[in-house]
């Protein structure tokens, strides 16, 4: 079925992919966000754990899904991989760094012997949570305001930049894009919590925390919106490639590609239905109208920023070497071998929907991490 796909038109079918993954991935950082309300929503040893153990039985499908995007962005797009994480490594190591101490916290903080002791690891599940969010939405925010690097004609990478990416949490867009996420994942973890745990008080904190940060969220999030919509972006020319400055162009891309502008808003009003609704009335399943609608934002935002003949990685050190969809990508030959690979997609997703519904089945209770046979 891919063999009559031009060049082209599988590059556009591997950035909607991508796009599909970064929107997964933003979902299911409730993990991340989750982590970072530990120590104000628990109180005692009891209580942290019940959050922990909630947390613990869904941090892995947050880990897969960021191997799975960053696996296929390398694959899809080896050009952008080369340039960002040759470049801007500092921001990946240490976005690797906060990775490495969650898996180690899940699996050490209840082992016996443990001499660091439990609050030791919940304090490095706070710093991933802290770190991963901030670090992943300022670095995704450089798509839309570009780094500094230049790529010669053999497509080797000079980054100009002496903070090796950690400069780009000094452009306020990115930084509000990177207090977003964080902000949207705690959201997203309170809601969480309230859905998949039996514990009166904890639920009654996450209430006052999940109001507290959807305000910051909102303004914040909105602030990113306008200023997106108003500023310049980087544009290409299908024919030349050759890469200019367009006005307005992440506004145009969204009037220009309105089925793009639907998932926006739609993901905007699921959001704010999530938040509503458990506000407002209560509800404890409002994380399954805010986590679909945070996948469509992100999945939106993917789109606007590579397709519509838009530079997805733009350079402001030298425009010409701005990478773009058809520049950065892999040939057409692996693409097309991908292609039938990412069948699997659906496979994989409906596997992660019966694990999860097979672990939330029933809401955690105290009871039950006494006679629970693993407890992180």
Do not use: C
Not at 2 to 17: G, T
Request: hydrophobic share 50%; no cysteine; charged share 15%.
């Amino acid at each position: 079925m891919f063999e009559s796909l031009s060049h082209l038109a599988l590059q556009h079918y591997w950035w909607i992919i991508i796009s599909v993954l970064g929107g997964a991935l933003a979902f299911l950082m409730f993990v991340q966000g989750g982590q970072t309300l530990i120590r104000y929503l628990g109180k005692n040893e009891t209580e942290r754990s019940l959050l922990v153990n909630s947390l613990g039985r869904k941090w892995e499908f947050t880990f897969t899904t960021l191997v799975t995007f960053g696996g296929a962005f390398f694959a899809s797009f080896p050009l952008f991989y080369a340039t960002s994480f040759g470049g801007a490594y500092w921001v990946w190591i240490l976005i690797l760094f906060a990775f490495i101490i969650q898996a180690v916290s899940y699996e050490f903080r209840s082992k016996a012997g443990n001499f660091l002791g439990r609050r030791t690891y919940e304090t490095f599940l706070h710093i991933n949570g802290l770190m991963a969010t901030v670090l992943i939405g300022t670095a995704v925010g450089t798509f839309f305001t570009g780094s500094e690097f230049s790529i010669n004609e053999m497509n080797q990478v000079t980054w100009e930049g002496q903070a090796r990416g950690l400069e780009a949490a000094l452009n306020v867009q990115n930084l509000a894009l990177g207090l977003s996420v964080l902000f949207l994942s705690r959201v997203l973890g309170a809601l969480y919590f309230l859905n998949n745990l039996d514990e009166a008080t904890i639920l009654t904190r996450a209430k006052r925390h999940l109001l507290i940060n959807s305000i910051l969220f909102l303004a914040v999030f909105v602030f990113f919106l306008i200023r997106l919509m108003l500023m310049d972006g980087f544009a290409f020319h299908p024919d030349t490639g050759e890469v200019f400055i367009e006005k307005s162009k992440y506004l145009h891309n969204y009037l220009e590609m309105p089925v793009v502008l639907t998932l926006l808003v739609a993901g905007i009003l699921g959001v704010l239905l999530g938040i509503g609704s458990t506000l407002l009335k209560n509800s404890t399943r409002g994380i399954w109208f805010a986590g679909p609608g945070t996948f469509l934002v992100v999945l939106s935002l993917f789109l606007v920023a590579g397709l519509n003949d838009t530079s997805f990685y733009p350079s402001t050190h030298d425009l010409q070497s701005s990478l773009t969809i058809v520049n950065a990508s892999s040939s057409r030959f692996t693409l097309k071998v991908m292609s039938y690979v990412s069948l699997l997609i659906p496979v994989v997703i409906a596997y992660m929907a019966y694990s999860w519904w097979s672990m939330d089945r029933r809401k955690i209770t105290r009871e039950e991490l006494q006679t629970e046979d693993h407890v992180y």
